[in-house]
């Protein structure tokens, strides 16, 4: 895409955007009162494939490299570990291979909550892998186990797929909620897991498939004291490893109890912490932080019924100038009865999982004044009828619905992993993928470039294929 094609997306996008977000407040009419159907004339719906129904579906991932067209999605309850979706025909998805613990029913908590894939260079050859994010509690069996590492290399030959390793920390039971896979810019391939305490894991994956006493556990990445934490911490919720190819800093936005923090991995050893966002109005805790590619803003999320999606500019954060940053640039919300869950962002648009109100897209090019600029409501549910805990699942909370979103850079998919009503592909109207460089920044997304990794090349970042 030319800049000049960036400049009348933008353009267009913000003329949408003036125009839906206004007719969003009526609702598409369903069959049942109350009950969202249907979407943006601009999203289409491509693919959809049920996978259990309620709450037996949680987050997804999605590979970025062409030749291997293949989506992840992580499920539960009496499904706990994860399914493969084959995406070479992405109008007709089909399920590849599904993988469960076994002995499922003896296992309490949640099961399957998180999933990434990662890619090594061998003396053979490539190999790729899929991390499951695993969370099991009570007295039942794996309380320690974290998470299980597939060879799915040999994709769509499902006969080979193997599970390689468990990774276990019995020092913090109840298994890790959620991961990132990231490729450090001295080469390292590095896994950054929650847990049940107040720092995150960070693992060397060569080192962990290697069998490595200590499972490649190699730093932690800690919570820093804020008045919030005083009251209990339990550690780091979501977050996203981005290379700052400016400062030269790989960085770590990690939400959790207190707040937002950022924190300098160069030396994953030995982190420092850069900025946060602490005390900000109505967040007494975090669940999602994402920067933007130029990481001079971030999106956030906090995780209760009503918040909106909270965007904040962390330059005087980054150059010294606040010690903490506290003031919102903006907010943006689908519904204000509801929630918004998780989100990525690929500059101007920030594309969500909404729960309730499913597939959001909106437009952040103004932080002030988000437009929204697409939807599609794949929940399909009544309000109010989400999680209620475990083990009865059901209870009345906003908690149901889009529960994972990804984009694949080099077409512009975007998928939608639904806890009610399964996988969901979408295609939206001009939007064919995403390079930094059409749109002035680097290279940078949540999505790895597995065999380059950190380059500067159009003003520095990843190479997007």
Sequence with gaps: MSSIGGRLLVGAMLACGASVAGAQQDHAPGVLPGVKFGGSPNVKVLGHIPLGGYFRVMDNEIEQEPSRPYAYISQSRDRPG????????????????SWKIQNSELHGGTGGMDGKYFKLKTKTGAKYYYVQSLQFGGSG?????GA??????????????KIVKELRYPEAKGGYHNLFAYKHSDGRVLLVTTVSAPYALVYDM????????????????????????????????DFQLFYDPKSGQDRFYGAGRGGY???????????????SIVGASGITGGHTFTPTSRQDEAVTEAEYQYAPLRLFNLVDGLTGKLQTIQRVDGAWTADWHDLSHNHEVRWPLVFVSSYEDGLQIFNMVDTKNPQTVGWYYTCQCQHERGFGGV?????????????????????GLIIISDSNTGFWAFKLDGWNGWKGSDWGMP????????????VATNGGGRVVP
Excluded: C
């Design 82 to 97: 994860f399914s493969i979706v084959d995406l070479h025909d992405v109008e007709h998805p089909k399920l590849l291979y």
């Design 141 to 145: 069996p794996d309380a320690d186990l």
């Design 148 to 161: 299980v590492i597939a060879d799915v290399t040999n994709l769509p030959d499902t006969s080979k797929i």
């Design 206 to 237: 060569e080192k962990a498939l290697a069998g490595d006493k200590n499972d490649g556990l190699i730093a932690k990445i800690p919570i820093p004291e804020t008045e919030n934490t005083r009251f209990g911490n339990f550690g780091y919720h």
């Design 261 to 275: 923090f950022l924190y300098d991995i160069t030396k994953p050893e030995d982190p420092k912490l850069l900025t």
């Design 391 to 411: 083990p009865a699942w059901e209870g009345s909370s906003v908690m149901q619905g889009a529960f994972g979103v990804k984009v694949r850079d080099w077409d």
């Design 443 to 454: 290279n940078v997304s949540s999505a790895q470039d597995w065999d380059r990794g950190p």
